[in-house]
Structure formats: structure tokens, C-alpha cells
């Protein structure tokens, strides 16, 4: 009877990556925040995001672990990789939401403004390349060609859902190296 029990409390690897994707999002999002807002104001925050970019691969490593720990040890590669990009997939989804938010209705001057403080630096840079690359940027500011909220966003969902993918291959590759002891059976 307990092992019937234990089976059926087995989630799908999607139903974990969308419960993991949940908490990630939300570490997601303090990070999107924390660069968002410390570009302009706080070196602190901009040091603390980048603590937590550092930080992500053992965050997935650690739901990695958790969901093969809950799987007694017999969760493949593959299962482990699905795992991790749903997780970075559902995760940036909601990521994704409030930083569209944030863009859109928070700070509205968030693409133009981080253009410009570009086209200022670029202009500081010695050099051909630099003087071709402040004409390029003018060009786009001064033809309203800046991209929406909404492209930003989804370029972004799908940045971090590729580079969720290849991280989560290693973790998944780094934990098929690690041996769980089985567990003794049940009687």
C-alpha cells in the first residue's frame, strides 16, 4: 500500500518545473528589478544582481536535486533537463510579467533612457567604431525605431529560456554524476 501511495504522489516533470518556475520567477524578478532600478540609482543593487545571476546555476542544481531526491533517485538526465528548462520557462514567464509591467507603467523611460546613457558613453570611447556606433544609435532614437516593452520582454523570455536550457543540461549532466543511495524497499 505505501508503495501505490508513494507512486501516485509522483508529479509530472512539467507540473514541477511550473511549481519550481513559480518560486524561480520570482527570484527572476527580484534580479530584473534589482538591475532595472540600480542602473540608475544603486551600485549596490546592480552588485547584488549580479550575486544572484552568478548564484542561479546552483539554484537550479539544488531544484534539481530536490526533484530527484523526491523521485528516490531514479530521475534520468533527460527528465532532469526537461525539469530546468520548464522551470527557467515558467520562471521567465513571470519574470517577464512584471517586468513588462515595470517598463510599461513604472518607468516608461526605461529603453530610451538606457539608449541614451549609451549613446553618452559611446561618445566618451575613442575611435572610429565608437563614433559609427553613437551615429547608428542617434539614427534609432531620432527615428523613434527604440524597441517596445513587449519586445523587450519577449526577447528576454526567450534569452533566458535558451540559456536556462544549456545550464540546465549541466547541472543535469553535474548530477548524473552524483550517486543516490537506494532506498531500502519497503515491506
Known amino acids: 500500500m505505501t508503495e501505490r501511495n508513494n507512486i501516485s504522489e509522483v508529479k509530472s516533470v512539467y507540473k514541477r518545473g511550473a511549481e519550481y518556475g513559480l518560486w524561480f520567477g520570482i527570484y527572476l524578478t ?17 552588485l547584488l544582481a549580479v550575486a544572484m545571476l552568478v548564484a542561479i546555476p546552483a539554484v ?3 531544484v534539481m536535486r530536490r526533484y530527484r531526491t523526491s523521485m528516490h533517485g531514479f530521475a534520468s538526465f533527460s527528465s532532469l533537463w526537461m525539469l530546468g528548462i520548464m522551470t527557467f520557462l515558467f520562471g521567465s514567464l513571470i519574470c517577464g510579467m512584471v517586468t513588462y509591467v515595470w517598463m510599461q507603467y513604472v518607468m516608461p523611460t526605461f529603453i530610451y533612457d538606457q539608449v541614451v546613457t549609451a549613446i553618452e558613453l ?3 570611447i575613442p575611435g572610429e567604431e565608437a563614433a559609427e556606433m553613437v551615429k547608428v544609435m542617434q539614427a534609432i532614437v531620432d527615428g523613434h525605431a527604440l524597441p517596445s516593452p513587449f519586445d523587450v520582454v519577449v526577447q528576454m523570455i526567450m534569452l533566458v529560456t535558451f540559456l536556462g536550457s544549456l545550464v540546465s543540461m549541466a547541472m543535469a549532466a553535474v548530477l548524473g554524476l552524483r550517486r543516490i543511495p537506494p532506498k531500502p524497499p519497503v515491506f
Do not use: N, R, V
Open 30 to 46: 527580484a534580479m530584473s528589478l534589482a538591475i532595472m532600478y540600480g542602473l540608475g540609482h544603486s551600485t549596490l543593487l546592480l
Open 60 to 62: 537550479i542544481y539544488q
Open 122 to 124: 559611446y561618445k566618451t
